[in-house]
Structure formats: structure tokens, C-alpha cells
């Protein structure tokens, strides 16, 4: 099994007098996880609260890369992911697609806003008696 410890840049980022202690360093490791996952944690937290939920996520990811070969490969996939989506999104195709799918929406949105004040005026939609 392939961990990817063999490509370069993979592995601990702890200064070398900490990497040269074994106990300093596990205890290093234990206090990145710690943090890393108060992180993803406040971010989980935000997807339904207000606040950059992704972004601090990944900020948290990007946290426990610094120690841990298993998230920066994880950081790696998701780059490339991240980057194919923004180059399939910046495709002529499938801008032009989007495109005609927003404009489609908008219109049926002025539409049936047309029909709704055309029939009932300024009036709130709870606030229409029945007929």
C-alpha cells in the first residue's frame, strides 16, 4: 500500500530539534490534531451557522497537512478538483449552457412575479384572503 510518503513534500513540517525527539514529537503531532480539528469542528459548526464554513474547513485540512502525510493528500486531491471544476466551469460550452439556464430561470421569475402582482397587487402572499 502506497501511502504517498514517497512524493516529495509529503511527511512532517515540525522543526528538525522536535523531529529528533521522539515524545516532543507525538506530543507536536497531538496539539496540530487538536487545533486542526477545533478548526474543522468551528467549521461544521459555521455550514449552519454564519460564517465561511468551507474556507475553514480546508483551513483546518490545510492545519493538519503541515504534520500529516493522510491530509495533505486529501489537500492535494481536492486542489486538483477544485482546479478541473474551474477549468471545465471556463469551458465556451459549458459557459454558454449556464448561461442560457440563468437567463431561463430570471425569466420565469419576472414571469410569475408579473402574474402575482398583475393579480393580487403589493399585497404579501399570507396576507391574501382566499377566493
Known amino acids: 500500500m502506497n ?12 522543526p528538525e ?3 529528533a525527539r521522539r515524545l516532543l514529537h507525538r506530543g507536536w503531532q ?7 480539528l477545533a478548526v474543522v469542528i468551528a467549521g461544521v459548526a459555521m455550514l449552519a451557522l454564519p460564517g465561511p464554513g468551507w474556507v475553514v474547513i480546508f483551513a483546518g485540512m490545510a492545519i493538519w497537512a ?3 502525510v493522510w491530509a495533505q493528500v486529501v489537500l492535494r486531491w481536492t486542489k486538483r478538483k477544485v ?3 474551474a477549468q471545465r466551469a471556463l469551458d465556451p460550452e459549458v459557459r ?6 440563468t437567463v431561463t ?6 414571469v410569475l412575479c408579473t402574474i402575482y402582482l398583475w393579480r393580487f397587487g403589493l399585497v404579501p402572499p399570507w396576507k391574501i384572503k382566499g377566493r
Do not use: C, H, M, Y
Open 30 to 36: 497531538v496539539g496540530v490534531f487538536v487545533i486542526g
Open 66 to 68: 503541515t504534520e500529516f
Open 105 to 110: 430561470g430570471a425569466v420565469i421569475i419576472v
Open 83 to 85: 482546479t478541473e471544476a
Open 17 to 19: 530539534f522536535i523531529k
Open 96 to 101: 454558454r449552457r449556464n448561461i442560457a439556464l
Open 3 to 14: 501511502t504517498g510518503s514517497d512524493q516529495p513534500g509529503l511527511g512532517s513540517r515540525a
